[in-house]
């Protein structure tokens, strides 16, 4: 009889850890923004409804420097930037020599992301190849999901090329009239950081965001203002979110999205089944007390890894 309530009570525990467990530990493909810029954002101190700013950055859009408060060397890249140009708008809208901030949105309002964009300006008329560049530092190396949005608000600047660092991702990305598109594709750093160009042969490019993640991300997936991150000083610990990954059965690299339905079950070329790995309780299926205590401390140990903000 006692030998019986043992194993019950053994059998219990184990159950109880194991619950423990699937409830704090999270998969290592959770969703992870590192960056998100809303490129020709007139208020860039916020983010638009359903979007969240990146562990590394806390404005949405700057010209190439150091984040005011992550300190991460990251922005659009340009001759110079237009201060007295940006200043007379009355926000905090990013301008440079040859880079606009799409001026024709509501002064004074936040705009969902594929609605402002940042464009070529005076490129075509002085001759020039018609290109946008946003260089982001990467503290850790790594494969990344980069996923750039553009627009056609004139009819006259699709299609565009996507690169990454020097590397064309996906050429002739196709956007109508009026209308919007992104493209995605993986990369790994390049000394510490990773080059987004866009370029084209029309009169003139509008590229509306960015995103920098370890998942493909959209809004008809997921809505990332329910993740909060806290702004990365330099240590090495991670942030992680409730949420569970982006799943899909599209995986291939560079992938323009026309649908909204062509996420990639692993977008991070891993090849593995990290799809189906949102919660995981790294627990055996032993029910002995040993079980249970090599169960709790193992999963101890994940949830310090990584930390949930909420």
């Not at 699937?22 to 359903?50: K, N, Q």
């Not at 340009?78 to 201060?83: I, V």
């Not at 946008?132 to 990344?144: A, H, Q, V």
Request: proline share 4%; net charge negative; with cysteine.
């Amino acid at each position: 009889m006692k030998r019986s309530l043992k194993k019950a009570l053994a059998l219990t525990v184990a159950l109880i850890m194991c619950a423990v467990c699937a409830v704090t530990v999270f998969a290592e493909d959770d969703p992870v923004i590192y960056y998100f810029v809303d490129c020709g954002d007139y208020l860039t101190d916020t983010v638009s409804e359903g979007d969240s700013f990146g562990m590394y950055n806390t404005v949405t859009d700057q010209f190439f420097g150091a984040d005011p408060g992550t300190g991460r060397q990251w922005g659009v890249v340009d001759e110079a930037y237009d201060e007295a140009t940006s200043t007379s708008y009355g926000d905090t809208r990013v301008i440079t020599t040859w880079t606009w901030a799409y001026e024709y949105n509501t002064a004074g309002t936040d705009v969902p992301k594929e609605q402002s964009n940042r464009y070529c300006h005076n490129m075509s008329e002085n001759g020039l190849d018609r290109v946008i560049t946003y260089k982001f530092e990467m503290p850790e190396d790594g494969e990344y999901v980069v996923e750039v949005g553009f627009a056609c608000p004139w009819g006259n600047s699709s299609p565009v090329d996507f690169y990454l660092n020097g590397e064309l991702a996906y050429d002739t990305v196709m956007i109508d009239s009026g209308g919007s598109e992104y493209a995605y594709a993986t990369v790994s750093p390049v000394d510490g950081y990773i080059t987004v160009e866009a370029k084209s042969v029309q009169p003139t490019i509008n590229m509306s965001y960015i995103i920098i993640s370890n998942v493909l991300t959209n809004e008809e997936t997921t809505n990332w203002e329910d993740f909060v991150y806290t702004p990365d000083t330099g240590d090495e610990t991670d942030a992680a979110t409730e949420a569970p990954a982006t799943d899909g059965d599209n995986d291939g690299n560079g992938v323009v999205n026309t649908s909204g339905d062509n996420t990639p079950a692993d977008s991070q070329g891993s090849g593995s089944d990290s799809g189906d790995k949102t919660e995981e309780s790294g627990c055996g299926s032993t029910i002995s007390a040993c079980a249970a205590i090599f169960a709790i401390t193992s999963c101890a140990a994940v949830a310090v890894k990584k930390r949930k903000i909420k």
